[in-house]
T-cell receptor
């Protein structure tokens, strides 16, 4: 089955800097890769996703890139703000949605 | 268009009791996933269902746990004879079929189960 790895597990950046989170997956049949943001005490919120027929997608300060050959995809957040602090999860659609272990992002003012 | 609704938000059960967690998917979504999350940990897949059918239950413990998604009404995750180790947040997500070109999964706010 699908296996998703995610790095780093924790990430601290200064406000205004960029943050990058990387994920790898194992199942070459996976073709949809969403990213979720989870704030304390809340459910995961879908923030951006990418499908296998494109290599990059951008939505304001967040972007996702996909390298199908290498089986990895990344989340890029530019001009980080304190409200970006949360746990971020990547996922891939194998037989079901398999999640990475999460990255705790702290944006320091 | 209401989002994924889970209830109750918080549930306290004594050891040995039964816990029933409910999930109503978004309108138009035919598939439901259940995940378990321990504090400071990730989302562990439990079960994937469509109406009246379990598609993948590879993440469900073999005993005491069951799930259903009837033709009418919400999906139910049932935990019998709860133990302290069952204390966790249980999240439900819904989506169109995973293979469909417009698959997006949205999560509910979760049910936080505490076993005392």
């Amino acid at each position: 089955g699908e296996n998703v790895e995610q790095h780093p597990s924790t990430l601290s950046v200064q406000e205004g800097d960029s943050a990058v989170i990387k994920c790898t997956y194992s199942d070459s049949a996976s073709n949809y890769f969403p990213w979720y943001k989870q704030e304390l005490g809340k459910g995961p919120q879908l923030i951006i996703d990418i499908r296998s027929n494109v290599g990059e997608k951008k939505d304001q300060r967040i972007a996702v890139t996909l390298n199908k050959t290498a089986k990895h995809f990344s989340l890029h957040i530019t001009e980080t703000q304190p409200e970006d602090s949360a746990v971020y999860f990547c996922a891939a659609n194998g037989q079901n949605f398999v999640f990475g272990p999460g990255t705790r992002l702290s944006v320091l003012p | 268009n209401a989002g994924v609704m889970q209830n109750p938000r918080h549930l306290v059960r004594r050891r040995g009791q039964e816990a029933r967690l409910r999930c109503s998917p978004m309108k138009g979504h035919s598939h439901v996933y259940w995940y378990r999350q321990l504090p400071e940990e990730g989302l562990k897949f439990m079960v994937y269902l469509q109406k009246e059918n379990i598609i993948d239950e590879s993440g469900m413990p073999k005993e005491r746990f069951s799930a259903e998604f009837p033709k009418e009404g919400p999906s139910i995750l049932r935990i019998q004879q709860v133990v302290r180790g069952d204390s966790a947040a249980y999240f439900c997500a819904s989506s169109p079929p995973i293979s469909s070109p417009n698959t997006e999964a949205f999560f509910g706010q979760g049910t936080r189960l505490t076993v005392v």
